[in-house]
């Protein structure tokens, strides 16, 4: 790397043991190689991505040697700042809920259905999972559900304690879902921070009611609609976090879908208080996990209507969407502003010369 080390000094991240030319081979150029995570930049043993080391189920960062992170109780690990917004009971989970809801209805999109959010454990996710008959989801760690199916399923009670670095006296009871309409419940993942859940949210709460209407969408149409709006409530968040009424100066649709959308978005989320430094670094951190995606539903689907939302705005490309199911193709502002100037004849009133047109 250019530089003389001692060899108590140059160190894994992860396990503190000393990196040597014995554990970590040399390239061809003779350099010593390692590994480092896309956004956090954390370097580490490449033995590490395969030998168990735990990772913080929100942020993905490496445990190191001179930390512990929370375990919680189903098997997950949560490094000690994301643990201090982690939500843990469904009644916590709320009023996201309703702040995702006033969100939508800045961008004109009022969310009709009501339905239970419920906060659940991982197994409990897996199985409800299990009991959809369709739909698409998310992994290889799903992170919520929009559920259609009538099913009982295990929803957390309330907020359990913390006894070292363990959770303990988690307080569960089964919730009997009825089908009152198309969605049965949004099932959330307990122990996320609040971003988690940001991003996680917006799909299920919106698609219900502000996609009926629509044709059957393709995958990569639906879900990229819906990384575009969760892309969009992360980028809105952060900035009211920060205090600032300012616009974003992000590359997220959000800062050229709709200014006044933005402003009263941030005006209203400002009333939540300040972020610290750190809830505002991992809101851009799963920002990044939207960006980077690579599956072809959520990843590309999200590139391609995100480029429709820059282009031409939100409203014009949902329009399209519910016209044609698909996301507007590149001649679509050419053939728009083609069409606003056509003329056709027309059977009723006048123009004062005798001719008729509309």
């Given at each position: 790397m250019g530089a003389v080390w001692h060899p108590e000094c140059f160190r894994c991240h992860a396990c503190n043991q000393p990196i040597s030319d014995y554990e970590i081979p040399t390239n061809a150029a003779g350099l010593i190689e390692y590994r480092a995570h896309p956004f956090?930049?954390?370097?580490?043993?490449?033995a590490h991505e395969n030998d168990g080391t735990p990772r913080c189920c929100s942020c993905e960062r490496m445990e190191p040697v001179d930390a512990?992170?929370?375990?919680l109780d189903d098997g997950r690990k949560l490094c000690l700042e994301c643990l201090d917004s982690s939500i843990m009971d469904t009644h916590e989970c709320q009023p996201l809920y309703l702040e995702i809801q006033e969100f939508y209805e800045g961008l004109n999109m009022k969310v009709e259905q009501q339905v239970p959010l419920?906060?659940?454990e991982r197994q409990a996710l897996n199985e409800a999972m299990e009991g959809e008959k369709n739909g698409h989801h998310h992994m290889p760690e799903t992170r919520g559900l929009c559920l259609s199916e009538e099913q009982t399923v295990s929803t957390i009670l309330r907020r359990p304690r913390i006894g070292g670095y363990r959770i303990l006296d988690m307080f569960t009871e089964p919730y009997k879902l009825v089908r009152q309409?198309?969605?049965t419940a949004i099932l959330i993942l307990y122990g996320l921070p609040r971003n988690a859940y940001q991003e996680?949210?917006?799909k299920p709460s919106y698609q219900p009611s502000c996609f009926s209407g629509y044709p059957n969408l393709s995958p990569d149409v639906e879900e990229g609609i819906c990384q575009v709006l969760a892309h969009m409530w992360l980028d809105s968040e952060i900035v009211a976090g920060s205090g600032s009424n300012m616009a974003s100066t992000s590359s997220s649709s959000s800062s050229s879908a709709s200014s006044s959308t933005a402003s009263s978005s941030s005006s209203g989320s400002s009333k939540k208080g300040k972020r610290s430094e750190f809830e505002k670094k991992l809101g851009d951190f799963f920002k990044h996990q939207i960006e980077s995606d690579s599956s072809t539903a959520y990843g590309d689907g999200f590139r391609e209507g995100n480029k429709a939302v820059l282009k031409y705005g939100l409203k014009s490309t949902l329009d399209h969407i519910r016209l044609t199911g698909n996301f507007p193709c590149p001649d679509f502002g050419r053939i728009s502003r083609r069409r606003a100037v056509v003329v056709r004849p027309w059977l009723g009133?006048?123009?004062g010369d005798g001719r008729r047109w509309r």
């Open positions: 956090w930049h954390q370097k580490y043993c490449p512990r992170y929370l375990i419920l906060l659940v309409c198309e969605v996680g949210m917006p009133g006048g123009c």
